[in-house]
């Protein structure tokens, strides 16, 4: 049995579902059920024994002792964050609050629970941090992609945050000798994304008809990971990870903003075409930057094929295809997260960026 933190979440709910498409191994899956956690995301699992449900919060350390005493899992496996930059920069206390002091907690009643371990047990326990490239910084265009090397320069408070936690799991390993593994992914993308990162967030505003807001001249540049190619990446780093070693992982493709909403667009051009016949590219509304917004980060992701022999399955063409129809065979699950709250938090966001 292993505990998956924030496994309603993206990333999280795509992880609990490839696990049980790889393994009969149960899951004691602990969310707290924030805005981006979506139980309709696991309705699969609905009546399946292996799958526990607990809502709550990493950081109840006493919920989170009482969970390990209980379940005795063999691994943690934690995705529990908040994790988007322009709501980091709108209210930065919760960033610090989960991603700092709940995973300061987390790590605490791990701890205490590891200590306690039979030898054999302490031995093959695992603890699996996942956090994100955006710990990195900013990358100049001609500059070599980040490695696991790379000097720490997060300019977020949502990046922040998150090396704040990478530092909390690498000293617990370092001082007390809590077997850890972390990684650090670009950005994810896939079926269940919740609609307010970018390609999830053009889908939905292109098939409601609403404008496709592109943040500054759209030349951001990032790495785009298909989520089921980061979910079998995690499964072989906790497989066969080294104790306290960091795993960057991407999908090796770099793509500016502005080329993502494009291909976007000509794919719903091909399988939902507008009424009248006009490109959708034709909603595409250029606003306000976001403050301090980098402008490239790229993974170098040759350890983990080096030294665990993981590489994507999927190229940038074949997952945003599959992530397009998703979003078209699923507009019931995207009605039902836009929720009044998500209304207000679009609102919000780009109403003054116009």
């Known amino acids: ?26 899951v004691i899956n602990l969310d707290k059920l924030t805005y981006a956690g979506n139980l309709e995301n696991l309705t699969t699992l609905k009546n399946d024994p292996r ?55 987390l790590l605490e009643a791990v701890r205490a629970y590891w200590s306690g371990l039979a030898i054999a047990e302490k031995s093959g326990f695992r603890f699996l941090h996942v956090s994100t490239d955006e710990v990195y910084g900013s990358l100049a265009k001609d500059e070599p992609a980040f490695s696991e090397t790379k000097r720490y320069e997060p300019n977020s408070p949502y990046s922040a945050s998150k090396a ?60 785009w990971l298909y989520v089921k190619d980061h979910c079998s990446a995690i499964r072989r780093v906790l497989a066969k990870g080294k104790l306290g070693e960091v795993y960057n992982i991407g999908g090796w493709n770099e793509k500016a903003n502005l080329d993502i909403v494009h291909t976007v667009c000509a794919l719903l051009d091909e399988l939902s075409p507008r009424s009248d016949k006009k490109s959708y590219r034709e909603q595409i509304t250029f606003v306000t930057d976001r403050p301090g917004h980098d402008r490239r980060y790229a993974i170098d992701a040759r350890k983990i094929e080096r030294e665990l022999g993981w590489k994507p399955a999927e190229t940038f063409e074949t997952g945003i295809r599959k992530t397009v129809r998703w979003y078209l065979d699923n507009q019931g699950w995207v009605s039902n997260v836009q929720s009044g709250d998500y209304r207000k938090w679009v609102e919000k966001n780009y109403a003054s960026r116009a």
């Open 51 to 105: 799958h526990i449900f607990v809502q709550g919060d990493i950081g109840d350390a006493e919920l989170v002792g009482k969970i390990l005493a209980e379940h005795r899992p063999r691994a943690v496996v934690n995705f529990a964050a908040e994790s988007h930059v322009d709501r980091s920069i709108h209210g930065p206390g919760e960033f610090i609050q989960t991603n700092i002091v709940g995973t300061f907690n």
């Open 164 to 223: 704040a936690s990478d530092h909390l799991v690498r000293a617990y390993h370092h001082t007390y000798g809590l077997p850890v593994v972390t990684t650090n992914c670009s950005n994810n993308y896939g079926p269940y994304h919740f609609p307010e990162k970018l390609i999830p967030l053009m889908i939905v505003n292109a098939l409601a008809g609403k404008s496709l807001p592109v943040y500054g001249d759209g030349q951001q540049i990032r790495d």
């Open 1 to 26: 049995m292993i505990l998956v933190t924030g496994g309603a979440g993206f990333i999280g709910s795509n992880f609990v579902l490839d696990w049980f498409a790889q393994s009969e191994e149960s």
